[in-house]
């Protein structure tokens, strides 16, 4: 066989079916801009800011309440306010620095207990009406809390008022949905605690308050319900950490959005892929994908840019793609307009 192009000895060209076409490649996956709807990008090292803007990141929504960065538990006001305000001072010199635009979403984590939420609630009014604050969040029912218990029926009231808030102030919320993670092929030893990659002290861990068959999904199902208590439009709610577990309630018996959260797969088993099948079956309407990146989490700024190119592969048409990673979050949030 004679070889087709200038090589000593034929290369694969020489074996393939000419009949077949070369596919056309969607390069404008390579500049089509994308939000993130929800990391802690704050909390993360400049290098990793800067990995964002290199992989086309337009906006993003970030997310000061964390009760993993409080330095005292159970948390007070005052802790939370710190987290609020760090956030607040160092966000237009991210902006700047990294030429993406940064907002926030301030909210209420019921992660663990803290001692007194009324007080607050009641500062949150006026932080909800500054400019760079564009969402209340994350927040929502949590199966179980670090160090103390936190009564659910308490939880649920702090959640119903940060989405009366949220309605006073026409902001969307952003849910934290508990995930169930997904079966350890082994376990670690006793003493080395949670999974390595993730800075969370588990033996702090208190007994849930949620113990029922799926205290996963009935946490979800208060906060479907708080919502409907506080007035605020199921159209205005972005429940993160959508998974298999939840998913179909979600899509079937309410009109939120979902947001996966594909920073971490290793930790809640959710990428690309159930993404893809989600569009298949839902479509694209109200889905979108967030890195939940954090530096207590082992995470991947470039999580969103991978799954662009994976959702092509999987069968996803682009203009699909482009509801997904960047339509969606900025018709919700506000963002990149």
Request: aromatic share 8%; glycine share 6%; net charge negative.
């Amino acid at each position: 066989m004679t070889a087709p192009h200038a090589t000593v000895r034929p290369t694969d060209a020489a074996y393939l079916d000419e009949s077949e076409s070369e596919p056309e490649l969607p390069t404008e996956l390579l500049n089509l801009p994308w939000i993130d709807p929800h990391n802690h990008a704050h909390t993360l090292s400049w290098e990793d800011r800067e990995r964002y803007a290199l992989s086309g990141c337009r906006s993003m929504l970030m997310v000061s309440s964390g009760y993993h960065w409080t330095p005292y538990k159970p948390v007070e006001a005052s802790d939370i306010r710190f987290l609020w305000d760090d956030a607040i001072n160092r966000r237009r010199a991210i902006e700047r620095n990294h030429f993406f635009e940064a907002k926030l979403g301030l909210g209420v984590h019921t992660g663990v207990r803290i001692e007194n939420p009324d007080e607050l609630l009641a500062a949150m009014d006026d932080y909800c009406a500054l400019d760079e604050v564009v969402a209340v969040g994350e927040t929502g029912v949590v199966p179980s809390q670090h160090v103390e218990r936190w009564d659910v029926d308490e939880q649920q009231a702090v959640v119903e008022a940060q989405m009366e808030l949220a309605t006073d102030h026409d902001l969307p919320v952003l849910l934290h949905t508990p995930n169930t993670t997904p079966d350890a092929k082994r376990e670690y030893r006793d003493d080395l605690g949670v999974t390595p990659g993730y800075e969370k002290n588990a033996g702090l861990g208190t007994d849930p308050v949620l113990d029922g068959e799926n205290p996963a999904l009935e946490a979800v199902k208060r906060d479907v319900e708080a919502a409907a208590d506080a007035g605020l439009d199921e159209e205005r709610v972005v429940a993160s950490h959508a998974d298999a577990n939840n998913t179909e309630y979600l899509m079937t018996e309410t009109d939120c959005y979902l947001s996966y959260t594909i920073g971490h797969s290793w930790l809640v088993g959710v990428d690309a892929a159930d993404v893809a099948n989600a569009i298949d079956e839902y479509g694209p309407e109200r889905i979108m994908i967030d890195t939940d990146c954090a530096n207590v989490l082992r995470t991947d700024p470039y999580a969103v840019k991978r799954a662009m190119f994976e959702l092509y592969r999987y069968g996803i048409d682009v203009d699909d793609i482009r509801t997904v990673v960047y339509e969606n979050p900025r018709d919700v949030f506000g963002l990149a307009e």
